[in-house]
């Protein structure tokens, strides 16, 4: 009797993890980057319309007002083949400065603070959470569509 070894099945989590400049220009290149992983991972148009625009504004939120001189911000991909998720997390030096709920009304004329709620519509879930040591993770949850299998909602 010869001994085999074990074979892992196909991968269903894939990651994706990258530092950048806490500036417009990280945040337009976490952009870039995330389309290009997404479209590596071969996931449908759609989930990638959406995350791409999740990942424009948490980035865009991170180096506007997560910024910390000298601080990068870090954003991470994650896909779960299985329980058919993608996540979008972002983090910052910023732990004091926690985003406002989305359902928070802004004047009409405000020039910005609507970030959130284009990710709360894009997204299946969104939170924030503590990055330690002294910063902020706000992630963000599509699910993914699996073929013969309905999407899942819930927050």
Known sequence: MTPTTPQLPNATVHSFSQLLSSTRRGARL???LAVGE???WGLSPTV?????????ELAANAAVHGRV???????????????GTLRVAVSDARGDRFPAPATTVRPEEAESGRGLLLVAALADRWDTEPYP???KT????VDVVRPGRPPTKGR
């Open 138 to 141: 706000v992630w963000a949850e």
């Open 30 to 32: 976490a952009r870039l």
């Open 69 to 83: 001189r000298g601080r990068s911000f870090r954003l991470v991909l994650g896909l779960d083949v299985t329980a």
């Open 48 to 56: 990638i319309d959406r995350a791409e625009q999740i990942v424009a």
């Open 38 to 40: 997404l479209h590596a």
């Open 133 to 135: 040591p002294s910063g």
